[in-house]
């Protein structure tokens, strides 16, 4: 059954590395053939190579960081932000803001857990 199980997780993978690929491309054409590229766009660039970036550690490691799905969550609000910012009342902006500060947040603290700056570190036993 775990063999089952990790081989699904590969051919999963596999199917996100290809679709990811084939959506930055499809990325690619557009700006092209729009002469235009923004902000929006950079951040969705941003966000397949952070997928990108998560595939290979995952085919690495066989395992995923927290870190990796917060920071596409992150980049995923601000684009978020900034297409639905022009169309929105600022004061509706409030709520993805506290999202990405919330996200943001748990970043730090997890970045810092094993880190001697918290004190949180066990100290050896002699």
Request: hydrophobic share 60%; glycine share 4%; proline share 2%.
């Amino acid at each position: 059954m775990e063999k089952i199980a990790k081989n699904l997780q590969l051919i999963l993978m596999c199917i996100i590395l290809i679709s990811t690929v084939i959506a930055v491309g499809i990325e690619i054409y557009k700006m092209f053939e729009s002469r235009l590229v923004t902000l929006a766009d950079l951040l969705l660039m941003f966000l397949y190579l952070e997928v990108l970036a998560m595939v290979r550690v995952f085919w690495n490691q066989q395992s995923i960081s927290i870190t990796l799905p917060l920071l596409i969550a992150i980049t995923a609000l601000a684009r978020f932000i900034i297409l639905q910012g022009k169309e929105m009342d600022p004061s509706a902006l409030v709520y993805e803001a506290v999202a990405i500060v919330l996200i943001a947040g748990a970043i730090v603290i997890l970045r810092l857990r094993h880190s001697d700056k918290l004190g949180l570190k066990k100290k050896k036993s002699k």
